[in-house]
């Protein structure tokens, strides 16, 4: 497929990119600093920025899907929307945020057990309002993809299991993730189409 990768210079953008790469997939990588992507066979760097909706829908215009690696910014979760909306480009598939994951089926949201940094707060409800503005948009084949609690640098097992609303936890009751594996089950949903209009998470 041909893959429009938005924040493809990020730590996880640049995992997913890797991912398509490898599985013989052609990746153009938008950043707002192009410059910043590793230059790779199959791989074309092209500028965008979501806070611009519309050269970013010029950018996507013509693609097979929409994978949005890029950092949730307060207030800017319709131009993302809009942007993929106007390109005619029908999927889309959202690095998520851990924070709206239920701790247990009947149990509070991950949000409201953990105490954040001041200046993480704003970009996580970011997040979180994303996903409800998702849950409103039928003309989008949208999914929106909720790591583990921790997510980082580490293994490429391809051993995970797979959630919808509750954070998965090992045996140890920790929810972790590498972002290498979590790059291998987002690909997996691109090319399988198991979580259309709906939100999955993932860990050990």
């Known amino acids: 497929m041909n893959i429009a990768l938005i924040g493809a210079s990020g730590k996880i953008g640049r995992c997913i990119g890797a991912e398509l790469l490898q599985r013989g997939h052609q990746v153009t990588g938008i950043a707002r600093h192009p410059e910043r992507i590793v ?7 092209a500028t965008g920025d979501f806070t611009l909706p519309a ?14 690696a890029a950092s949730f910014i307060p207030g800017q979760a319709e131009n993302l929307i809009e942007a993929v909306r106007a390109s005619g480009v029908r999927r889309l ?93 987002m690909v997996d949903e691109l090319e399988q189409g198991k979580h259309l209009k709906a939100r999955f998470t993932i860990g050990y």
Request: no cysteine; net charge negative; hydrophobic share 40%.
């Open 39 to 45: 230059p790779r066979p199959g791989l074309k760097a």
């Open 55 to 68: 050269p970013l829908a010029n950018v996507l215009r013509g693609h097979d899907a929409v994978i949005s």
């Open 93 to 185: 598939l959202i690095v998520g945020g851990a924070a709206s994951l239920l701790t247990a089926p009947d149990g509070p949201r991950l949000f409201d057990t953990i105490q954040l940094p001041e200046e993480w707060k704003a970009p996580v409800e970011e997040g979180m309002r994303t996903l409800k503005l998702l849950r409103g948009v039928t003309d989008l084949d949208w999914t929106f993809f909720s790591p583990a609690a921790m997510i980082g640098p580490g293994e490429r097992t391809g051993r995970f299991r797979l959630g919808t609303e509750v954070v998965v936890k090992d045996a140890e009751g920790n929810s972790r993730i590498s972002y290498d594996d979590y790059a291998i089950a």
